[in-house]
């Protein structure tokens, strides 16, 4: 199967946008066909000959170009009247819009001068056709194609029906309303477009390489991982890396929505599509392009836009039957009042408008548009503004749950904590004098083995704290490695068996002396975390350590409290370290001594008491619990890839103070849907009714399908400059 994605312009709608995607995909030879109306792009699974989509797509009323990416204007355009005319004269079906339009003008003057009504007819038809021709062709060509109505087709219906009843100014001025109104709609939905297209320009195309000794441009598809990429002051990082050499302040705002640079030295990551700063640095690249971070964060809100929301899944299929059963009400209103009533047909030389004219003003306002596009570009204007702000949602079906969620679930380590834990205490059975003494260093170079490679805060806090005294190789890596379901560790080091593991491990399985367990118990009242060591024989001792929370924890718990949330924090700690944790901040509740799979259980029985839960986590050992909730946020996505899949809302920057902001955004999406679609279906009752009374222009009608249609994407797109 051959996947080729197409470029389409002149998608105005959502309603033309499933046109397309019905077209395209009633070929034979194609698999399946998507398109994404945010993007302007087709993508097409199948065998079938790319000239007979091109020409299918043509038939339709778009361009196409093969393989072509979206243009975006690297400018601001300075003045939105001059971007709309620019964009009039830049399409063949808005450059004849708008010579009907000189026309119908021209058609008027010579009314009001006097001149023989035959000329301005004349003039009114010519501009009929022109601006007509084009909305027609796509009418007729979607009937026979799909076998369905859309909106072209009930505008022609109604266009020849005006000229039957001789309103031949209102039917040209009805149609060119209505080829601007399409344009301006596209227009503003274009801007949308260059909105996501511009976090496709933060990934340069091209980057510096260092080889043999020179500096080389090459493109940063041909770059590998491992090889040394020089970024220069005030260049953007092209791809994820190391640094080697150099330091300098990074802008990560683009990923973390964190505004202050953050300073970089050799050793540490960073980002693609991140800028640098004063210092010129020398890169090893650790990621290729597609799976570098910022592409990742492209593909995944592309992604999400196809993930739509209940609400949006419901007013689709409402649609599906909308637009027919205005189709058939317009029929009854056209003919039974005429029969049963002996209303008149067509309109009266008193000005009354017959119910043939009332029918045609119901066609012109039954197609969905105005509905059908209210949801999905509020949401994709919620997913961009997220990202700008470090939060990165699924899907619009996320953006809509959020906002309803009764209780907030969090995980200790990584999510509450920094994620940094230090050793801060060493006891040996054997040795209870100086901790620098080498009975607590090789205490210490055991549990290295151990711990050595694992990526849990920590494993890292042990190995990092063997490095430190020179003990970090005594022993072998531990071989036959065994993880005792999320209590521990247990491998062969010099062919004896050894355990590294939690209080509740060591209770289960070893003999405690009473010693130890009095150095535990006294180790976690003060909040520490002790992890046991067993050599096989007997015990050895045990090692605490520490972990403080993030400065904004207990600040973002208060927020969400204020808020109604309910905060509950679920660890694999133990209880009394996880009360001194949720005492200091502020947390309704706690759980402790949680396997990972009883967690997700844990998560269960929180939304059979609160309904709707999330939960938040490092996305390391938490992924059953997040994939439980009805939310699962992840923190620290930018550099975890595992968190980046697993949960439906990732705070990239690991800032936990973006979880409240995403919480507001939601909530501000969502009141903006709700107020388009109450306004899109008041609108349409309104005129609706004015048409039945006969007091409706068809103008009007247009006004109020495409007004509306323009209106609510405008408001829609509020989100984009959302603040808290």
């Not at 041909?222 to 640094?243: A, K, Q, S, T, Y």
């Not at 901790?435 to 607590?440: E, G, I, M």
Request: charged share 20%.
């Amino acid at each position: 199967m051959v996947e080729t994605t197409y470029k389409i312009t002149g998608l105005d709608c959502m309603e033309c946008a499933r046109g397309l995607e019905s077209s395209i995909s009633s070929l034979p030879a194609v698999k399946q066909a998507r398109v994404e109306f945010f993007e302007g792009t087709l993508t097409v699974l199948g065998d079938a000959d790319q000239k007979e989509i091109c020409r299918l797509i043509a038939a339709l009323g778009y361009d196409v170009g093969e393989d072509q990416a979206i243009p975006t204007t690297k400018q601001k355009e300075s003045n939105a009247l001059l971007g709309f005319l620019r964009y009039l004269l830049q399409r063949s079906e808005t450059r004849l819009a708008l010579a009907a339009g000189v026309l119908i003008l021209l058609s008027f003057l010579l009314s009001w001068f006097g001149l023989p009504g035959l000329i301005a007819v004349v003039l009114q038809i010519v501009a009929l056709g022109l601006a007509g021709w084009p909305i027609a062709r796509s009418g007729v060509f979607n009937l026979w194609v799909n076998h369905s109505l859309n909106l072209n087709f009930l505008m022609t219906i109604a266009g020849i029906g005006a000229v039957v009843i001789g309103e031949y100014a209102e039917a040209s001025s009805m149609i060119l309303l209505f080829s601007i109104a399409e344009a301006l709609e596209g227009f503003t939905n274009d801007r949308t477009r260059r909105t996501l297209s511009r976090l496709k320009d933060l990934m340069p195309a091209q980057a510096l390489r260092l080889a043999h000794g020179r500096v080389e441009v090459v493109s940063v598809e041909n770059l590998n991982v491992g090889e040394h990429i020089l970024v220069r002051p005030g260049d953007r990082i092209p791809l994820d890396g190391v640094i080697l050499d150099g330091e300098s302040s990074i802008n990560e705002a683009p990923i973390t929505g964190e505004s202050i640079p953050v300073w970089k030295l050799p050793g540490d990551e960073v980002l693609s599509g991140t800028l640098n700063g004063d210092g010129q640095l020398i890169i090893e690249i650790t990621r290729f392009v597609p799976d570098s971070t910022i592409q990742r964060i492209i593909d995944m809100v592309t992604e999400a836009q196809s993930r739509r929301s209940r609400r949006q899944q419901f007013i689709d299929r409402f649609a599906q039957y909308y637009t027919p059963a205005m189709v058939i009400l317009a029929v009854l209103v056209a003919t039974i009042p005429p029969l049963v009533f002996n209303a008149p047909f067509l309109n009266l030389a008193d000005g009354t408008r017959g119910w043939l004219h009332r029918a045609l003003a119901l066609l012109v306002i039954g197609c969905p548009c105005a509905l059908v596009i209210s949801t999905p570009v509020t949401m994709a204007a919620s997913l961009i503004r997220a990202v700008r702000e470090g939060v990165l949602f699924k899907g619009g079906a996320f953006v809509e749950a959020l906002t309803g969620v009764k209780a907030f679930a969090f995980d200790k380590t990584g999510t509450l904590t920094h994620g940094r834990p230090q050793v801060v205490d060493i006891r040996e059975v054997n040795c209870q004098g100086d901790p620098n003494r080498d009975a607590y260093d090789d205490l210490l170079a055991l549990a290295c083995a151990l711990e050595r490679h694992s990526n849990h805060p920590l494993s890292r806090a042990i190995t990092s704290e063997a490095e430190k005294r020179g003990v970090a190789n005594r022993y072998p890596a531990a071989k036959g490695l065994t993880v005792r379901g999320g209590l521990g560790l247990e491998g062969y080091i010099d062919d004896r068996l050894r355990t590294i593991g939690s209080l509740r491990l060591f209770k289960e399985e070893h003999h405690l002396p009473a010693v130890v367990h009095n150095w535990v118990e006294r180790a976690e009242s003060e909040g520490k975390t002790a992890m046991l060591l067993c050599d096989g024989e007997g015990m050895r001792g045990f090692i605490a350590v520490s972990d403080s929370p993030r400065d904004t924890s207990k600040s973002v718990i208060q927020t969400l409290k204020d808020m109604g949330k309910r905060t509950i924090m679920l660890t694999g700690d133990n209880h009394t370290v996880a009360g001194v944790m949720a005492a200091e901040l502020g947390l309704d509740a706690y759980r402790a001594d949680l396997l990972p799979g009883e967690k997700q259980n844990a998560i269960e029985e929180l939304r059979k008491r609160y309904k709707t839960v999330a939960m938040v986590g490092d996305g390391i050992n938490d992924a059953p619990a997040l994939a439980a909730a009805d939310v699962g946020i992840a923190m620290g996505g930018s550099s975890n890839t595992q968190a980046m899949e697993t949960a439906d809302v990732v705070l990239l920057g690991n800032d936990l103070q973006k979880l409240p902001f995403a919480i507001h955004l939601s909530t501000f999406a969502n009141r903006l849907v709700k107020t388009n679609i109450v306004f899109s279906l008041a609108s349409k009752m309104v005129v609706a009714v004015i048409a039945l009374l006969g007091y409706a222009p068809l103008w009007l009608a247009v006004l109020a399908d495409m007004g509306v249609s323009l209106l609510v994407t405008l408001n829609g797109l509020r989100a984009l400059r959302f603040k808290v």
